[in-house]
């Protein structure tokens, strides 16, 4: 049986859902993927909303088993960090309202896992998620893409070493492959982060 996940990649402007299917087997294929959002001229308070009923709909149509979605990380810009982490909220929310689990994962763990180096880029994503997938093209704009590459991690987590399934199971990092092993130096190094913050 399919694990259905649906991945977010949360903005204002732009907000990526996709819903897909991950087999045991890891193989993955695509439900859906959209975009949903708001012009910057348009109150926050709907900006909001729109993102609200934006996620409602697609829980409530693709039922997933779990929520995936990009870790928010500081950067150079504040507002736009305070954007996405209220977009986020708003999908966590949601997810929460009808007791679907979340899991959070960094932009890093996420271009591990899919491509097998964590400094990969957006046009590299697109491009593995298209084969990952076996689509003709990556799915557009990027933050359509960007969601669906994180329904594939989480879905492929299980598969990964810091999971369930440890590197013991693989017969040691030896057993592991380019992109498992990029994938837990990326996980580690998000844990180590996450434990200096908090002191």
Known sequence: MALRVVGVDPGLTRCGLAAVDVETNRRATLVGVTVVGTPPDVPLDQRLLAIAHGID??????????????RVFSQLNVSTVMGTAQASGIVIAAAARRGIPVALHT????????TGSGQADKAAVGKMVAK????????????AADAVALAITHGWRGAAPGSQASASSHGGSAGLTGAQRAWAEA?????R???RRAR
């Open 187 to 191: 996980e580690a190094k998000a844990r």
């Open 132 to 143: 990952i997938l076996r689509l003709d093209s990556p799915p557009r704009p990027a933050d």
């Open 57 to 70: 709909a697609w829980l409530d149509r693709h039922g997933p088993d779990v929520v995936a979605i990009e």
């Open 107 to 114: 932009p890093t763990e996420v271009k591990a896992a899919v």
């Open 193 to 195: 982060a996450g434990t």
